[in-house]
C-alpha cells in the first residue's frame, strides 16, 4: 500500500477503493486490490467494452448482457481477487439491479450489489428466497453454459 494512500486513510478515517469497468483493470485487479480496499465493478461499460457493442446501438443490443460468459467470466475473476486478497468486491449496473443476474453474482463471490431503489425490493425478495450455496451451484452451473440465453435459463430453472 503507497504512503499517501495509508496517509489518507488514517487522517480522514475513510476506504479508498476504484471502480473497474474495463477488462484490463479486472484482468489485473489482483494488483489493484493490494493498494486499496476495496473494489467495485461497472457492469455497464464492463459489458460494452468486453463485448465492443455499444450499449446505445439497437443492432447490436444482444451483445450488451450483462449474463454474457465472458462479462461473467471477468467477474467471477475479480471476486476470486478480492477473496485472495481479502478485500470486497462488489458490483454496480443494470446487472446488479436483474434479481436472477444478482443471484449469480452473489454466488460468483460478490459482497455487495449497488443498484438503482426501484430495484432492491425484487432483489431482496429474490436473494431472500435462496440459500447461499444455491447461489453457488447456479453459479458454477452458468459457468458451464455456451451462450448468455443459456446462462439466464439455467439460472431460472435451478433458482425458480
Known amino acids: 500500500m503507497s504512503s499517501s494512500s495509508m496517509a489518507l ?3 480522514h478515517n475513510s476506504r479508498a477503493g476504484f ?15 493490494a493498494e486499496v480496499d476495496f473494489m467495485s465493478i461497472g ?4 459489458t460494452h467494452y468486453t463485448m465492443a457493442a455499444d450499449r ?5 443490443v444482444t451483445l450488451t448482457d450483462s449474463w454474457q460468459l465472458s462479462v461473467l467470466y471477468l467477474i467471477r475473476l475479480a471476486a476470486m481477487a478480492g477473496t485472495s486478497g481479502q478485500k470486497p468486491v462488489g ?10 443476474l444478482a443471484c449469480i453474482l452473489v454466488g460468483l463471490g460478490l459482497s455487495s450489489l449497488s443498484m438503482a431503489p426501484n430495484a432492491v425490493a425484487a432483489v431482496g425478495l429474490q436473494l431472500e428466497s435462496v440459500k447461499l450455496e444455491q447461489y453457488q451451484q447456479a453459479a458454477v452451473a452458468v459457468r458451464h453454459c455456451t451462450t448468455a440465453a443459456a446462462a439466464k435459463a439455467t439460472a431460472r430453472n435451478l433458482l425458480s
Open 43 to 46: 457492469t455497464n461499460d464492463l
Open 9 to 11: 486513510r488514517s487522517r
Open 56 to 60: 446505445m446501438a439497437p443492432t447490436v
Open 91 to 100: 458490483v454496480c449496473g443494470e446487472a446488479a439491479a436483474d434479481p436472477l
Open 19 to 33: 471502480l473497474a469497468e474495463v477488462p484490463s483493470v479486472v484482468l489485473l485487479a489482483g494488483g489493484f486490490l
